[in-house]
C-alpha cells in the first residue's frame, strides 16, 4: 500500500482532509471515522491519521474527487463545533498510530507520592490516556549487543556501539576521539581544551577591527525573523519537507524529565550552528555548510550534553569564536538572537530548520551518520513537543546573558592590548611623520643656502672674467701705440 500525499485544513465546525490519489480507484474507495481516528482506503493508497481531535459521522460529511487532479476532498465534522486542532501539520504525528503514541511502562507504580504525580501531570500535559490495544502485532524483544564499557550518545543517550564500525570515518565525524570509551564529564574537558588550543587571538583582533563583511551578514533577515512578532505569518512546508516528513519512522519517546531538558537544551546547540550557517551564507548553502553547523554545535562535533542554559550558550559562544571564517563577539550575540526567534515562532519553525539540517547532513558524507544519531530523532519528537514549552524556552534563552569574561580566552585583556598597541602605533607614527617633515624643512634650508653661495661664486667668477678681458685689452692698445710710435 502507498501512503497517499495529504493535507489537513479547518475551520470552526469542520477539518477538510486533501488526498492526492491520482491512480487510486474510486469505485472501491472507503473512508472510516471513528472519534480521533480517520482511515482512507482506495487501491494502492491507504492513509490513516490519529488526528488531534475527535470527528463524528452524522450526516453532514461530503467527499468529492477531482478526476482530472486525481484528488479527494473531504469535509468531516467536528465533534464539538468551535474546537481549533492543533499540529494538523505535524505530519509524522498524524501518521503515528494510537498504540505507538502512548506506551505504558511494564512495571506497575503501586503508589506515588506527591513529585511523582506531579511529574507525571507535567509529562502528560498535551497527552490523553488511552486503553492498551491488544490487536497490535507483537514483535519479540531481541537485546542488543553492548561491551559493559561502552559509553551511549545520540538522541537521548540511546545509541551505542556505532563509533566501533566507523574506524576509518569517525574522525571526520566528530572531534571525539574515542567515543565508545569516553565518559560524558572528560568530554567536556577535552572539548574545552581543543577549544583553548584552536582560538587564535590574531584572527579575533582582526574579525573587531576589519568588519565590514560582518556588519552587511548582521544587517541579514533571516526567514525567521519576523515569525515570533507576527502571529499572522504562518510557516509552510514545502512538497519535499512533507515528504520528508512522511518518511521519518513513526514513533514516540518514553523520556525521563531531566532527559527532555537535556533534548531542549540540545536543541539550543543544534539551531545555533544551523542559524550560524543560514546567517553568513545569506539564506544560502555552500558546500562547507554541513561541516559549519556540525563544527560550532558541540552535541554533533563532542556528543556534548547540557544541563542549564548558561553550559550551552557558553559552549556555542566559545565555538564560534574559534572555528569559523569570522569570528566576531558581536555576529555571535546576533546568531544567539536568531536561535530565540526560531524557538519563539513554534514548533512548526523548529521543525523546519531541523528538515533543513537533515537535507544538509544526508548530502555530506560521512556526516549523514549524524541524521542516525540525532537530526531524525529530533524531527519526530519536536512535532510531539508543546509550543508552551518552547516559548518558555526561548524567554530562558533571552534573559541569560553572558560575559567575554565568561567566555574563558581572556577577550577583554585581548582587545585592551590590542588597542594600547595601535594607540602606540599611531603616535610613533605620528612622531615620525612630525620628524620627517623637520627634516624636510631643513633640508630644503640647506639646499637654499648652497644654491645662494653658488650662486654668488659664479658671480665672482663672471665678474673676474670680465676684468682680466677689460686688462688685456687695454694692454694690447698700449702696445698698438708704442709701435705706431716707433714708427
Request: a negative charge.
Amino acid at each position: 500500500m502507498l501512503t497517499p500525499d495529504f493535507q489537513l485544513k479547518q475551520d470552526e465546525n469542520n477539518l477538510t482532509i486533501i488526498i492526492i490519489a491520482p491512480h487510486a480507484r474510486v469505485t472501491d474507495t472507503e473512508i472510516f471515522i471513528e472519534d480521533d481516528e480517520f482511515r482512507f482506503h482506495s487501491k494502492p493508497y491507504f492513509l490513516r491519521l490519529c488526528l488531534p481531535g475527535n470527528i463524528v459521522e452524522n450526516g453532514h460529511e461530503k467527499a468529492n474527487y477531482d478526476s482530472s487532479k486525481g484528488i479527494f476532498t473531504i469535509v468531516v465534522p467536528k465533534e464539538s463545533p468551535g474546537e481549533m486542532f492543533e499540529g494538523l501539520d505535524m505530519l509524522t504525528s498524524l501518521l503515528t498510530p494510537k498504540s505507538q503514541k502512548l506506551k505504558k511502562p511494564v512495571i506497575e507504580v503501586i503508589k506515588k507520592d506527591e513529585d511523582d504525580k506531579v511529574e507525571e501531570e507535567a509529562h502528560s500535559e498535551e497527552e490523553e490516556e488511552e486503553e492498551f490495544d491488544w490487536h497490535v502485532e507483537q514483535h519479540p524483544y531481541k537485546e542488543k549487543e553492548l561491551l559493559l564499557d561502552s559509553q551511549t550518545y545520540g538522541f537521548a543517550n540511546q545509541k551505542s556501539g556505532i563509533f566501533k564500525r566507523l574506524q576509518d570515518e569517525v574522525y571526520e565525524i566528530v572531534d571525539l576521539p574515542d567515543p565508545e570509551h569516553c565518559p560524558p564529564a572528560d568530554r567536556r574537558t577535552m572539548r574545552e581544551q581543543a577549544e583553548t588550543e584552536k582560538f587564535d587571538p590574531d584572527h579575533y583582533i582582526a574579525d573587531l577591527y576589519d568588519d565590514d563583511a560582518i556588519q552587511q551578514i548582521m544587517k541579514y533577515d533571516p526567514p525567521w525573523c519576523y515569525m515570533s512578532e507576527n502571529k499572522d505569518i504562518t510557516v509552510e512546508f514545502t512538497d519535499k519537507e512533507k515528504q520528508k516528513m512522511k518518511n521519518l519512522p513513526k514513533k514516540e519517546y518514553l523520556l525521563d524529565d531531566a532527559m527532555v531538558t537535556t533534548l531542549y537544551l540540545g536543541l539550543i546547540d543544534i539551531l545555533f550552528g544551523y542559524a550560524y550557517n543560514v546567517r553568513i551564507n545569506e539564506g544560502d548553502e555552500n558546500v562547507e555548510s554541513g561541516w559549519t553547523i556540525c563544527k560550532l554545535s558541540a552535541t554533533l562535533s563532542w556528543l556534548e550534553t547540557f544541563s542549564s542554559v548558561s553550559e550551552v550558550v557558553r559552549s556555542c559562544i566559545r565555538r564560534s569564536l574559534c572555528y569559523p571564517l569570522y569570528r566576531h563577539w558581536d555576529l555571535s550575540q546576533t546568531v544567539l538572537q536568531d536561535v530565540h526567534s526560531i524557538l519563539a515562532a513554534g514548533k512548526q519553525q523548529v521543525l523546519k530548520c531541523l528538515l533543513d539540517i537533515h537535507s544538509i547532513l544526508g548530502s555530506s558524507y560521512p556526516r549523514y551518520i549524524l541524521n542516525d544519531l540525532y537530526i531524525t530523532d529530533y524531527c519526530v519528537w519536536v512535532q510531539t513537543i508543546s509550543n508552551k514549552r518552547l516559548k518558555t524556552l526561548a524567554s530562558a534563552l533571552e534573559k541569560r546573558t553572558i560575559s567575554k569574561e565568561d567566555v574563558g580566552f581572556e577577550l577583554e585583556f585581548i582587545e585592551t592590548n590590542s588597542a594600547d598597541t595601535e594607540k602606540g602605533d599611531s603616535d610613533t607614527e605620528e612622531v615620525l611623520v612630525d620628524s620627517l617633515k623637520a627634516v624636510s624643512i631643513n633640508q630644503a634650508g640647506s639646499d637654499s643656502d648652497d644654491d645662494s653661495e653658488v650662486s654668488d661664486n659664479d658671480s665672482s667668477e663672471d665678474s673676474d672674467d670680465v676684468s682680466d678681458d677689460c686688462a688685456e685689452s687695454v694692454q694690447s692698445e698700449r702696445i698698438s701705440n708704442s709701435q705706431k710710435e716707433n714708427i
